[in-house]
C-alpha cells in the first residue's frame, strides 16, 4: 500500500522507516530539501544555512533505530582519492567528537590532535578577541499547547484523526511529550496504526468475497 506522508522530520521520517519494514511504499513530501521540526535547518535572505540547536543527550536509542548504517564519523582522505577514513562512537554528541579525534589516525597525527585541542581550549577559555561574532539569529520557541498539565491528558491527539488520515507528532498520545523520543516513537505508532488498519480491510474485503449470495424461494 502507498501512504503520503506530509513532513521529513523525525516523526515522518519514523513512520517512513516502519512502514518500509511492514511491506508498504510511504511517500515523503517535503517542501524543501533540508529536514525541519525538532531537528529544524533552514536558510536565510542571504543565502546562510542555521541549525537549530537541540540537546540530543538521551535519544540516541531511539534515534539509532532510524539509521540505515552504523552511526560513524566518516571522512575522505584527500590524499588517496575514493578512500574513507570512518571512526565509530556511539557516545552522544557533543562528546563523540572529542573521541573521533583522538581515535582518527588515518588523517591525523597526535601532534596535529595536540594542536587541535590546543585550539579549542583557546576558543572556549582564551582571549575575547580571539573569535568574532559575525553574524547571529534569536530564534523563540513556543512552548507547547499541548503542556502536560492537570485535565489535559484527554486533549491530547490519538494517531488517527478520522479516516485514512493520521496525526504523526510528538504530542501524540505517548509517554514522551513534545520531545525528540515522542517524535520518533509517534511515527512508530502510526506506522502501526496504520498497518493494521489495512490489514483489518483486506480481512474485511476477503470475508466479502467469501460470502455465498443466498438462495430461497425467489432466486433459486
Known amino acids: 500500500m502507498r501512504v503520503a506522508i506530509a513532513g521529513a522530520d523525525l516523526a515522518g521520517l519514523s513512520c517512513t522507516k516502519y512502514l518500509t519494514d511492514a511491506g508498504h511504499t510511504p511517500i515523503v513530501w517535503k517542501s524543501q530539501d533540508v529536514s525541519a521540526s525538532l531537528i529544524a535547518v533552514w536558510q536565510d535572505n ?10 540530543f543527550f538521551g535519544t540516541y536509542p531511539k534515534m539509532k533505530l532510524q539509521l540505515l548504517t552504523k552511526h560513524a564519523t566518516i571522512f575522505n582522505q584527500p590524499d588517496n582519492l575514493g578512500m574513507h577514513s570512518t571512526v565509530n562512537s556511539d557516545l ?11 581515535r582518527h589516525n588515518d588523517m591525523l597525527s597526535w601532534g596535529e590532535k595536540i ?8 576558543m ?9 561574532l559575525l ?16 485535565a489535559r491528558q484527554d486533549d491530547r491527539f490519538s494517531p488517527q484523526m478520522r479516516n485514512n488520515f493520521y496525526r504523526n507528532r510528538s504530542d501524540t498520545m505517548q509517554p514522551y511529550l513534545g520531545s525528540m523520543e515522542g517524535a520518533v516513537l509517534s511515527g512508530k505508532l502510526t506506522a502501526q496504526a496504520i498497518n493494521a488498519a489495512h490489514q483489518s480491510a483486506n480481512s474485511y474485503s476477503l470475508q466479502m468475497q467469501n ?6 424461494a425467489a432466486t433459486a
Open 46 to 55: 542571504k543565502g546562510d544555512w542555521y541549525e537549530k540547536l537541540r540537546v
Open 92 to 102: 552522544p554528541a557533543l562528546v563523540h567528537k572529542i573521541v573521533v579525534i583522538l
Open 115 to 122: 594542536e587541535l585541542a590546543k585550539s579549542a581550549i583557546s
Open 124 to 132: 572556549h577559555f582564551g582571549n575575547d578577541n580571539t573569535l568574532k
Open 135 to 150: 553574524k547571529y539569529y534569536v530564534v523563540k520557541t513556543p512552548r507547547s499547547f499541548d503542556t502536560a498539565t492537570l
Open 211 to 216: 460470502i455465498q449470495p443466498a438462495t430461497n
